[in-house]
């Protein structure tokens, strides 16, 4: 049992130890045929979560080459992007596509607000965009997008929709072959990274391209960047064995093990899993007066960013429950130092958060706001039914 400490951040995500076990084997060549049949099966695999009948690319990097590699390759400069921001990783496609030369406005939510559908339709009724990006879910605020509602707004203006699924995929549907209103409304792209929802240590940037991004690379001349190019990846994941840049071996068996994990969990459990999993926190840990910044109905299921009561010291109370074995993040920007951020995503399980709910009680209750902590546990085990 490698792990001491439980990880409840927003990524890395705890790390079960089949994964460290898949890890920690002798490093084949990548050009073994045994080693391209781990490969080749950690790419079936992908596939198979995103249902996408285009293809798929997981390449060494972390969720923010996934990115890069999404934007550049459908967008040359000059064309214009279109941003929705919930939060501080929204933002970041701003000087991402700006520093390739692509014209980019943002539609930006108040943090912990979704984004007004309206405004999104407004906007695209009035200039037409090359590509829309959308956060699943921000990592910084704990707001989910709303897809039933944005998906379709964002398809009938005929731009491509870049989903940035970092703090979702393999927690939320991304199905990309699911129609939202009319046959041709999908999501054209799906980025994610290995250390979150998919609970493998960080290390490898994950891009799906449907048809559409597909078309559109081919559709694209020079793509700035050699690294990022899909079309220099393409034949190798349609053959692993061939060799364009040295994968990331033992990261691959991992990732194998990984989604092989998600995939056996069976994909609408693990969702619904998650759903019952974020209810089940915001419940028991309001109870401490801690209070999720999203309302309800825009809460994410991966993780969720609090408010702390009157009189907590955010610093304080995170390395107090640290060293009791609890790892949980700051707030970022405008929000630090006022809520913490607590992952509850990937191969978690419900002791681990009874367990850690307890010790957040009991760290409260030393600091001098006390706090009944059984009444918590008992309020997540009540709401946690799974
Ligand atoms: C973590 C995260 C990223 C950045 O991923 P890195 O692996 O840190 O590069 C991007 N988008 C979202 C939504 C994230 O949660």
């Given at each position: 049992?490698?792990?001491?400490?439980?990880?409840?951040?927003?990524?890395?995500?705890?790390?079960?130890?089949?994964?460290?076990?898949?890890?920690?084997?002798?490093?084949?060549?990548?050009?073994?045929?045994?080693?391209?049949?781990?490969?080749?099966?950690?790419?079936?695999?992908?596939?198979?979560?995103?249902?996408?009948?285009?293809?798929?690319?997981?390449?060494?990097?972390?969720?923010?080459?996934?990115?890069?590699?999404?934007?550049?390759?459908?967008?040359?400069?000059?064309?214009?992007?279109?941003?929705?921001?919930?939060?501080?990783?929204?933002?970041?496609?701003?000087?991402?596509a700006q520093t390739h030369g692509i014209q980019v406005e943002t539609l930006q939510a108040e943090w912990g607000q979704q984004v007004d559908p309206g405004a999104v339709a407004d906007k695209l009724a009035r200039e037409s965009f090359k590509?829309?990006?959308?956060?699943?879910v921000d990592t910084s605020t704990g707001v989910v997008a709303d897809l039933a509602a944005l998906v379709p707004i964002i398809k009938r203006s005929g731009a491509l929709l870049i989903l940035d699924g970092v703090c979702a995929a393999a927690?939320?549907?991304?199905?990309?072959?699911?129609?939202?209103?009319?046959?041709?409304?999908?999501?054209?792209?799906?980025?994610?990274?290995?250390?979150?929802?998919?609970?493998?240590?960080?290390?490898?940037?994950?891009?799906?391209?449907?048809?559409?991004?597909?078309?559109?690379?081919?559709?694209?001349?020079?793509?700035?960047?050699?690294?990022?190019?899909?079309?220099?990846?393409?034949?190798?994941?349609?053959?692993?064995?061939?060799?364009?840049?040295?994968?990331?071996?033992?990261?691959?068996?991992?990732?194998?093990?990984?989604?092989?994990?998600?995939?056996?969990?069976?994909?609408?459990?693990?969702?619904?899993?998650?759903?019952?999993?974020?209810?089940?926190?915001?419940?028991?840990?309001?109870?401490?007066?801690?209070?999720?910044?999203?309302?309800?109905?825009?809460?994410?299921?991966?993780?969720?960013?609090?408010?702390?009561?009157?009189?907590?010291?955010?610093?304080?109370?995170?390395?107090?429950?640290?060293?009791?074995?609890?790892?949980?993040?700051?707030?970022?920007?405008?929000?630090?130092?006022?809520?913490?951020?607590?992952?509850?995503?990937?191969?978690?399980?419900?002791?681990?958060?009874?367990?850690?709910?307890?010790?957040?009680?009991?760290?409260?209750?030393?600091?001098?706001?006390?706090v009944n902590s059984e009444a918590a546990v008992a309020k997540f085990r009540e709401v946690y039914q799974f």
């Open positions: 049992m490698p792990n001491k400490e439980m990880l409840l951040i927003p990524g890395p995500t705890p790390v079960v130890d089949e994964i460290y076990e898949a890890l920690a084997a002798e490093t084949w060549a990548h050009t073994d045929p045994r080693f391209v049949s781990v490969f080749a099966n950690s790419l079936k695999l992908t596939k198979q979560l995103f249902n996408t009948d285009g293809e798929v690319f997981v390449i060494a990097g972390s969720g923010t080459l996934a990115m890069e590699m999404a934007v550049v390759n459908v967008l040359a400069p000059g064309e214009k992007l279109l941003v929705i921001s919930q939060g501080y990783f929204g933002d970041r496609f701003v000087p991402l590509a829309v990006t959308l956060t699943h927690a939320l549907d991304e199905d990309m072959q699911k129609e939202y209103g009319a046959p041709d409304y999908k999501i054209d792209l799906v980025l994610t990274g290995s250390q979150k929802a998919i609970g493998v240590p960080p290390g490898l940037a994950i891009v799906a391209f449907g048809p559409r991004a597909l078309a559109a690379r081919e559709a694209r001349g020079l793509v700035g960047g050699y690294y990022v190019d899909i079309k220099n990846w393409l034949p190798i994941m349609e053959n692993p064995g061939r060799y364009y840049a040295t994968p990331p071996v033992n990261m691959i068996y991992a990732f194998n093990r990984g989604m092989e994990i998600v995939m056996k969990e069976d994909l609408p459990r693990r969702y619904r899993r998650h759903e019952a999993l974020g209810k089940a926190v915001r419940a028991a840990l309001s109870t401490y007066g801690m209070k999720p910044l999203a309302s309800e109905q825009a809460a994410a299921p991966t993780l969720t960013c609090f408010l702390y009561p009157e009189g907590v010291d955010d610093l304080a109370f995170r390395r107090a429950l640290a060293a009791k074995g609890v790892v949980i993040a700051g707030a970022l920007a405008s929000l630090a130092g006022k809520a913490f951020r607590i992952g509850h995503m990937g191969n978690v399980t419900g002791e681990m958060f009874s367990q850690a709910i307890r010790l957040m009680g009991e760290t409260l209750t030393e600091m001098g706001h006390a």
